[in-house]
């Protein structure tokens, strides 16, 4: 598939201004299991189920397999092909610039970008004197109406359109759609022992001990996932992305882990075909689909922090020892999972999973020979 790329250093800046950009195509036909065939329509298959009756066997081979009421009833799930269906086409692109600020620092500033095109959608029917780090922070913005067949976290939006026919009813933020992205990663080599800035002249006994040690940590913070307001299956059609009914804005008030939307009065849901003036979300009505869009809510955000310690002790020639001291979550930050997303929950907006683990500390030693 073709692909563009350039790169142009303005003779002006000295070699230390550059800008980038490149454009790519790729197109595949996105699987999707084995679970979605025609071949898995009746009459060419269908289930069956049945109820064992005392100590006798339900099932002998030597009596055939049992068989359903009737065979050519289409009922549960049924496997459909759009006959129009094509390979997806995607279209990458970027555009970025380097900037150097002095001889150990740069600074890169990137545009990134990507459309997708006849995706498949399943129906019914730097460096400074042992100081090293590097540091990004992302604004995103991720739009789709088609996660893949596989799809994203149970919450965010479902693998299937609500609406068959309406692929834009299922417009929204992209399950991995976080608006801000942070992350670090660096060391820090300590200027304590023999030929450093402190104790350069320490005797080799207290070197072995205080010198040679290292610092690191690595840092992931973003914001929330989006995720979508469920309701129960009101509306009879073969469906399975059943979405709440949005009536007016959320308004948050005393928001906790057990109340993620407040304790306001808008954020107790309405009931089927009722709107009390108040609720900002109520289930879906019985005569259409829900009216709430893919990702109008967020989760909460997720933040960790991991360190590291470490010191090398040479024992004879080219034989040393490696000592080191990892802290997962090392500031014990928890970082909450997404709420109950049924408006018909009672405990709708509860979280009741965390992301994040306790803090661990792994300790480890490596003989290198």
């Known amino acids: 598939m073709p692909r563009v790329g350039f790169a142009y250093s303005p003779s002006r800046f000295n070699g230390k201004f550059v800008i980038r950009g490149g454009y790519g195509i790729t197109n595949f036909l996105e699987g999707t299991g084995a679970n979605l065939r025609l071949t898995l329509n009746p009459p060419f298959f269908s289930n069956s189920?049945?109820?064992?009756?005392?100590?006798?066997?339900?099932?002998?081979?030597?009596?055939?397999?049992?068989?359903?009421?009737?065979?050519?009833?289409?009922?549960?799930?049924?496997?459909?092909?759009?006959?129009?269906?094509?390979?997806?086409?995607?279209?990458?692109?970027?555009?970025?610039?380097?900037?150097?600020?002095?001889?150990?620092?740069?600074?890169?500033?990137?545009?990134?970008?990507?459309?997708?095109?006849?995706?498949?959608?399943?129906?019914?029917g730097n460096q400074n004197r042992g100081f090293e780090f590097l540091t990004n922070y992302t604004w995103s913005k991720g739009l789709t109406n088609n996660l893949g067949y596989y799809g994203g976290t149970g919450s965010s939006q479902s693998a299937y359109w609500q609406d068959a026919y309406n692929g834009s009813g299922d417009y929204g933020p992209a399950f991995f759609d976080a608006t801000n992205i942070f992350t670090f990663a660096g060391y820090y080599d300590l200027p304590f022992g023999r030929g450093r800035l402190v104790g350069a002249n320490m005797n080799r006994f207290l070197d072995t001990i205080v010198g040679g040690w290292k610092v690191g940590a690595i840092a992931n913070l973003h914001s929330g996932f989006p995720f979508t307001v469920s309701s129960p299956g009101n509306y009879k059609v073969n469906q399975r992305a059943n979405r709440a009914n949005h009536y007016r804005q959320l308004v948050v008030q005393n928001r906790s882990v057990d109340h993620w939307f407040g304790t306001g009065p808008s954020v107790t849901g309405c009931g089927v075909n009722t709107d009390n003036g108040i609720c900002a979300y109520g289930q879906e009505s019985t005569t259409g689909f829900g009216t709430a869009s893919v990702g109008s809510e967020r989760s909460p955000g997720y933040k960790n922090v991991d360190a590291n310690l470490s010191k090398s002790f040479t024992l004879k020639g080219e034989t040393n020892l490696q000592f080191r001291a990892n802290f997962y979550n090392v500031l014990n930050t928890v970082s909450l999972g997404a709420p109950q997303n049924s408006v018909s929950a009672a405990n709708f907006g509860q979280i009741t999973s965390t992301l994040s683990t306790e803090r661990q500390i792994e300790l480890a030693l490596k003989l290198s020979f």
């Open 49 to 124: 189920s049945g109820q064992q009756s005392g100590n006798s066997p339900y099932f002998q081979t030597q009596n055939g397999f049992p068989l359903p009421t009737a065979s050519t009833i289409w009922s549960g799930n049924v496997r459909a092909w759009d006959p129009n269906l094509r390979p997806a086409l995607v279209q990458q692109f970027n555009l970025t610039t380097e900037t150097q600020l002095d001889n150990n620092t740069s600074l890169v500033i990137a545009y990134l970008g990507q459309t997708g095109n006849h995706l498949v959608d399943p129906r019914e």
